[in-house]
């Protein structure tokens, strides 16, 4: 077993020795802090009422591409120079989220004095008809987070988990709860306060990220994590939560294995490794706290389609979304920066074909499992 990690432990090694250590993490801020920068946007607010002038809140336009610049080392990072989006109280198309806005300061603003914490959710079923919907209260939060250059950790709201866990992996949560993720039959909820994990304890070699919860299920049947162990497996469940991408950056500053990505071969879960990697353009502003650069594409590569030759029957073909898609990541400067992603990515628009994961079980059963990934660990076959 010992040889089936020559590679990894090398590939381990050099992540180790090119470590950046000045890496400028967004760190948490002071309950102190938090509450003084609520109080200054009330304060602006309430002197800009003094003057018989409409108050306006101005946001960072979190969903513009111009407002973020690539950084190798970190991700998608908020410019400096963002460009901002006026919420005037006196104005029909913006006073609705101004108000949404305030009464979030004013929630937050409770929670933090009392030092307790509250879900997304519950925040949402206080005044269900205030929000209108879960969707308008993430957003808010968000923009909070943004306006106040607060980590969203510090705001003291905590959004539900939806990844999953296992592997060789213990940890206390932040009550003092241990939590031991070794069962081979049943995976771990992601925390739904990463930020309070500590005394983290493993002997894994490696993380899996895995897109889908079905091939998660797979390797979890499989008894992947003690075939091939000493190892951690994560999920997602597709386009990865917050608390997902916190557990592996989490995972990755405790310690410093290689991050590896099994995805389907299509325009959608390239993606969905790309937000793991460099993040997302609508949390820019957090990068640091959620990017881990160092994640390896292991699978299932383009390549690899014709590799293993994957039967032609569960090949699909593309659909114009995954043409837009392709299109669209293709000129992607994290993407045209690698150039064995790039090769990869371009045989996909090329071919305007995909395959999914589950295609391996097509050749083999246990292909996925027993041969596919072990030999992709051995050799070093991640890109």
Request: glycine residues 4%; proline residues 4%.
């Amino acid at each position: 077993m010992a040889d089936l990690f020559t590679e990894v432990d090398s590939l381990r090694e050099t992540l180790r020795e090119s470590l950046e250590m000045a890496d400028k993490r967004q760190e948490d801020i002071s309950r102190q802090d938090v509450l003084a920068r609520i109080e200054n946007v009330i304060q602006t607010i309430v002197i800009t009422v003094s003057k018989d002038e409409a108050p306006v809140l101005r946001v960072t336009k979190r969903s513009s591409w111009a407002n973020v610049r690539f950084q190798k080392s970190v991700g998608l990072v908020l410019k400096a120079d963002a460009s901002v989006t006026a919420l005037r109280c006196d104005c029909a198309s913006s006073a609705t989220k101004f108000a949404l806005i305030l009464k979030l300061l004013s929630v937050i603003y409770k929670l933090v004095q009392s030092d307790s914490y509250a879900t997304k959710r519950d925040i949402y079923y206080n005044d269900p008809q205030l929000f209108g919907t879960q969707r308008t209260l993430d957003s808010i939060v968000d923009d909070v987070s943004c306006l106040l250059k607060v980590p969203r950790r510090s705001l003291h709201v905590l959004a539900t988990s939806k990844g999953f866990i296992s592997g060789d992996l213990c940890y206390l949560e932040e009550d003092g709860t241990k939590v031991d993720c070794n069962s081979s039959s049943t995976a771990v909820p992601v925390s739904s306060n990463v930020n309070g994990i500590r005394n983290i304890v493993s002997s894994a070699k490696f993380v899996l990220i895995v897109e889908k919860d079905a091939t998660f299920q797979r390797l979890l049947d499989d008894d992947f994590c003690t075939r091939l162990s000493p190892c951690i497996i994560i999920t997602g469940k597709g386009m990865p939560d917050v608390n997902s991408r916190l557990m592996v950056r989490k995972l990755w500053d405790a310690l410093h294995i290689p991050v590896f990505a099994l995805v389907d071969a299509d325009p959608h879960g390239i993606e969905i490794m790309c937000v793991y990697k460099y993040g997302s353009l609508s949390m820019a502003f957090e990068a640091h706290s959620l990017t881990v650069p160092s994640v390896l594409w292991l699978g299932l590569l383009p390549s690899d389609i014709q590799r293993y030759r994957v039967p032609k029957e569960t090949i699909i073909p593309f659909s114009q979304a995954d043409e837009k898609k392709i299109n669209s990541l293709r000129i992607r400067t994290y993407i045209t920066c690698q150039p064995a992603w790039e090769r990869e990515v371009e045989m996909m628009q090329r071919l305007k074909q995909k395959a999914e994961i589950q295609s391996l079980a097509s050749i083999a059963p246990h292909f996925l499992t027993r041969v596919y990934l072990p030999n992709k660990l051995r050799y070093g076959g991640w890109i």
